[in-house]
Nanobody, 125 residues
Framework: QVQLVESGGGLVQAGGSLRLSCAAS?????????MGWFRQAPGKEREFAAA????????YYADSVKGRFTISGDNAKHTVFLQMNSLKPEDTAVYYC?????????????????WGQGTQVTVSS
């Protein structure tokens, strides 16, 4: 079993920045494990934001956040970060950290095995 704990959400003005953290504990990930960030705004479906692969350090981004968000990982601490810059009101959502042992399509939520409880990000205009 894997536990994921997110932190770092909050209220910020448009144009501001936030850094989300996701600490993973429990069973050891295999070297192909993928960590992802998804988000869900009120009344909308959960959508992919970014993903990171431990083995290669490869990163993936949704077009809506590309150039503004940066995902990174600290292997020693099993922690993944999402640095969010130039935030917009449309970035307001609950952000979820997720972990997959094998995600052939990193943007598809059903491939992820474990999910955190979510952290609220609110961007005011």
């Amino acid at each position: 079993q894997v536990q994921l704990v997110e932190s770092g959400g909050g209220l910020v003005q448009a144009g501001g920045s936030l850094r989300l953290s996701c600490a993973a504990s429990g069973r050891t990930f295999n070297k192909y494990a993928t960590m992802g960030w998804f988000r869900q705004a009120p009344g909308k479906e959960r959508e992919f934001a970014a993903a990171f692969m431990w083995s290669s350090g490869s990163t993936y981004y949704a077009d809506s956040v590309k150039g503004r968000f940066t995902i990174s990982g600290d292997n020693a601490k099993h922690t993944v970060f999402l640095q969010m810059n130039s935030l917009k009101p449309e970035d307001t959502a609950v952000y979820y950290c997720a972990a997959a042992n094998n995600a052939p399509r990193v943007a598809v939520s059903r491939y992820y095995d474990y999910w955190g409880q979510g952290t609220q990000v609110t961007v005011s205009s």
